[in-house]
């Protein structure tokens, strides 16, 4: 079972980057998928999820309307566009798999990291001029 994260990487405040996490070992399209972050001064924070059909996405606050979540399961890939990137944003990029499915109205239940079975390597976001 492997999550393998890409596409971080050094880019300027405003600037644009597109994250890609491939599973490998594992049914994906059974899978909700959520991506989260961390810096070594914050506790790990969840930023996006998307639901195993795609049908539902929810997003961190602090990334709503500049983060787009989707996924690809023929290529058993989940992408996270990361747009207007701040310097806040700088962390290393985790995505995570959950085969149960939480409750998607209760944000409590789909941040939890415990929900999740499956974590990736993680990829370095840098923002800074």
């Known amino acids: 079972v492997q999550l393998q994260a890409s596409g971080g990487g050094l880019v300027q405040p405003g600037g644009s980057l597109r994250l890609s996490c491939a599973a490998y070992?594992?049914?994906?399209?059974?899978?909700?998928i959520g991506w989260f972050r961390q810096t070594p001064w914050k506790e790990r924070e969840f930023v996006a999820f998307i639901s195993r059909g795609s049908g539902t996405t929810r997003y961190a606050d602090s990334v709503k309307d500049r983060f787009t979540i989707s996924r690809d399961n023929a290529k058993n890939t989940v992408y996270l566009q990361i747009n207007s990137l701040k310097r806040e944003d700088t962390a290393v990029y985790y995505c995570?798999?959950?085969?149960?499915?939480?409750?998607?109205?209760?944000?409590?239940?789909?941040?939890?990291?415990?929900?999740?079975?499956?974590w990736g390597q993680g990829t370095l976001v840098t923002v800074s001029s």
């Open positions: 995570a798999a959950a085969l149960a499915t939480p409750d998607f109205y209760n944000v409590n239940d789909y941040t939890n990291h415990r929900l999740y079975d499956y």
């Open positions: 070992g594992f049914p994906f399209s059974t899978y909700n």
